[in-house]
């Protein structure tokens, strides 16, 4: 079993940055991958970045050029750096960590939220 702990979020003017953290607790088997969701009052949830144990990474449009997601193995901890915010980056941010083929954890969220 496998514990996800997300820590980062807060409240950030536009054009400010945050930076996410997901902590993963246990042992992880197999190849894996760790996904950033978010998801914003009265909308669905929307992958932002993956990256792989590889290290490759991909991002959603909407946050490209702005995120960057990248992992410190030692530590089995994922980030995401969140730049140039904007107001409609306001969501619960979700980390998703999807190992062996079949096991699929997710964090507790942390709220980010972008206002002046």
């Known amino acids: 079993q496998v514990r996800l702990v997300e820590s980062g979020g807060g409240l950030v003017r536009p054009g400010g940055s945050l930076r996410l953290s997901c902590a993963a607790f246990g042992s992880i088997r197999g190849s894996n991958i760790t996904n950033w969701y978010r998801q914003a009052p009265g909308k669905q949830r929307e992958l932002v970045a993956i990256i792989s144990s590889g290290g490759s990474a991909k991002y959603a449009e909407s946050v490209k050029g702005r995120f960057t997601i990248s992992r410190d193995s030692a530590k089995n901890t994922v980030y995401l750096q969140m730049n140039s915010l904007k107001l409609e980056d306001t969501a619960v941010y979700y980390c998703?960590?999807?190992?062996?083929?079949?096991?699929?954890?997710w964090g507790q969220g942390t709220q980010v939220t972008v206002s002046s």
């Open positions: 998703n960590l999807q190992a062996g083929g079949q096991d699929d954890y």
